[in-house]
């Protein structure tokens, strides 16, 4: 696992030494991605440099460094990820290579002069972003993995294409120019975090999960993703050639495959353990990695004094019954607010999943002791575990078959029995709920379910909304049931967007490898081929994650509500954070600043304060985006 980064010059003006100073500089800002050492290869006569900072998983010896170049020199490498087939590639690569160390980078890279880059990425399994310089046809190909786990950013900025695995590698480079793109910051303020292919920068791009880019001096400008995997084609496959074995057959698939990918992703030179909170998928990831292991696996787990935010017993008891070395740790309120100033630094740029906090204070406690962990994530978009799924279903059936003149009706009954309870969270959910039953159509129920600030935005000057596949229903499944679509709408997006962002970000903070089993691409695969019957009973979901896990697991110990990772941001928000809130929201400042309409801003503020209306999630987006404006005091803004 590591940070990659560097830049393509097509100026013809710039020497090899400045090209290295350029990329090594690039290269610097992703230190706590790679602290184990850090290097860049330069060619002056193409203008192009590649940079990196390493941290070092497999073959520990300087012959897995990077930049790496393929055995004739044709292609150079940086690569952020794992490929946990490798070994299984070099087997159907050449005999004749020779191989100076055992690194997954040498097999790709061998796999490049073998088979192609694409090609060569297709049979891999694994989490990868990669750039790859081909000296050959002078060309650079950005490329990242199916799911969307590693995330790769890039831009062109006049003759200089700049890339790398954070926006703050870009932000390095002298030819860099960033302009506040509104229209990004308006998806902020609807989603919570910025999806792809935007970003908070004007002229910024995310590469799509699946999905490569090449550039070269007379293609950079026409330079377009094309997607080697896609979730819609796997989608589409599986619901036109759905399994055909019984229930049974289906879990015993299910557990083989997910036993196999857990397996491979124990494959490291360095320690490792898993998250562990006590619930269906960290859960079933730490048994199958149990089973696999030859001894205890190290489980960690993070727990608040509010009962409500409390997984810590849950997984005590998982722990217990697996056998686990586990370690807990009982996080003090002023631990988890002490994270909140590195958000800005680690996230790069603004993201409002306030999850983000606990998820960083566990990776923290795990890099105590290992410096690779499994993690669970992925479960819920594949096998129907979100409660909003059950919850929009059923409102989008009441949306279906109530008359529409009683709509408004309903709806004024919800607002007034949450306006009975302005504090409870359930007053809050009577109140979301009224503006659901306004929606047309179960496509615009969850799309309302799933959002935060609604139109007309509290942005000065009303900027467009930035491009977005959630907003694009042309992009989603035909023909499939309401909950299918959902899921996989969630699995293009929210998972790629907040929680695999959120992942990478505060594990890598920390210099911690998270490898995500339960997002296999194989799995992915076989989850789209399953009747939804077997996700779902039509309450609850995970029917067939349950099954797998109850072989390891009595159901007694992970059979639950969801509780999810949070925090009482509410709570916090009126206490100790208001300060620093009022602060960042101050009238003077956001008048000053020109990007937010101050009155609105502050009415939905003092709402929270007074206790007329629960307004967190909101709050913490514009709070986010304003914490990231101060650290980045020297960005140029519109």
Not at 145 to 170: C, H, N, Q, T, W
Not at 533 to 547: C, E, F, P
């Amino acid at each position: 696992m590591c940070g990659l980064t560097g830049l393509v010059d097509w100026s013809g003006a710039t020497s090899a030494d400045r090209l290295h100073e350029r990329a090594a500089r690039m290269a610097a800002t992703l230190s706590h991605r790679g602290p184990d050492a850090s290097g860049v290869w330069a060619d002056a006569a193409h203008g192009v440099a590649l940079g990196h900072a390493r941290l070092s998983i497999l073959d520990l010896s300087p012959a897995g460094a990077q930049p790496m170049a393929s055995p004739s020199g044709r292609y150079h490498l940086v690569y952020n990820g794992e490929v946990y087939n490798h070994q299984e590639l070099r087997e159907q690569l050449p005999a004749t290579i020779a191989y100076r160390g055992h690194s997954d980078t040498e097999t790709l890279l061998a796999g490049f002069e073998t088979w192609g880059i694409v090609e060569t990425m297709r049979r891999s399994i694994g989490m990868f972003a990669i750039a790859v310089w081909d000296a050959q046809r002078r060309e650079l190909t950005l490329l990242r993995d199916r799911l969307g786990i590693k995330p790769l950013y890039y831009a062109l900025m006049g003759d200089v294409l700049l890339f790398g695995s954070e926006l703050k590698a870009l932000r390095a480079d002298e030819a860099f120019t960033g302009t506040i793109d509104r229209g990004s910051l308006g998806l902020l303020l609807r989603f919570n975090y910025i999806p792809t292919p935007a970003t908070i920068y004007e002229q910024v791009c995310k590469l799509p999960a699946g999905c490569s880019i090449t550039f070269s001096a007379e293609t950079r400008k026409s330079a377009e993703p094309i997607a080697y995997w896609s979730l819609r084609d796997v989608a589409d496959r599986g619901l036109a050639s759905p399994f055909r074995g019984s229930y049974e057959e289906a879990v015993d698939a299910l557990e083989s495959l997910l036993g196999d990918a857990v397996r491979r992703r124990l494959l490291s030179d360095v320690p490792l353990g898993a998250f562990l909170s006590g619930g269906i998928d960290s859960s079933l990831v730490t048994a199958l990695m149990r089973r696999a292991s030859a001894g205890p696996v190290k489980t960690f787990c993070i727990g608040f004094e509010e009962a409500a935010y409390d997984e810590a017993p849950f997984a005590r008891e998982v722990a217990r019954h697996l056998e686990t070395d586990h370690t807990e740790h009982y996080a003090t309120a002023s631990e988890a607010w002490s994270v909140i100033p590195k958000l800005p630094t680690l996230f790069d740029e603004p993201f409002a999943d306030s999850s983000q906090i606990p998820t960083y204070l566990v990776c923290e406690l795990a890099r105590r002791h290992v410096t690779v962990s499994l993690s669970g994530d992925g479960g819920d978009e594949l096998f129907c575990g979100y409660r909003r799924y059950f919850d929009a279903f059923r409102i989008g059936r009441a949306t279906r078959f109530l008359p529409r003149p009683m709509r408004p009706l309903a709806a004024a009954g919800a607002r007034f029995a949450g306006s009975l309870m302005p504090r409870s969270r359930f007053g809050e959910k009577l109140r979301r709920g009224a503006h659901l039953l306004l929606e047309s159509s179960p496509e615009e129920v969850y799309r309302r379910h799933m959002q935060h600030w609604r139109p007309p935005l509290p942005l000065v000057g009303r900027a467009p909304l930035a491009s977005c596949e959630f907003l694009d229903g042309s992009t989603w499944p035909a023909g499939t049931p309401d909950q299918l679509r959902w899921m996989f709408l969630d699995t293009r997006t929210y998972l790629p967007d907040d929680i695999l962002v959120k992942v990478d970000r505060t594990s890598m903070g920390v210099g911690l490898e998270a490898r995500v089993p339960l997002i296999d691409h194989r799995v992915v695969e076989f989850a789209w081929s399953l009747p939804l019957a077997y996700k779902t009973d039509g309450h609850t979901g995970k029917r067939i994650l349950r099954s797998v896990l109850e072989r390891h697991v009595p159901r007694n110990l992970f059979e639950r509500p969801k509780t999810g990772f949070g925090i009482p941001l509410h709570e916090w928000l009126r206490g100790p954070l208001r300060d620093w809130g009022e602060s960042l929201l101050a009238p003077d400042r956001l008048q000053r600043e020109g990007f937010f309409d101050t009155a609105m801003v502050r009415r939905c503020w003092d709402d929270h304060q007074s206790g007329r209306r629960d307004g967190h999630y909101l709050l913490w987006d514009v709070l986010m985006f304003q914490a990231w404006l101060d650290a980045q005091a020297g960005t140029t803004r519109s």
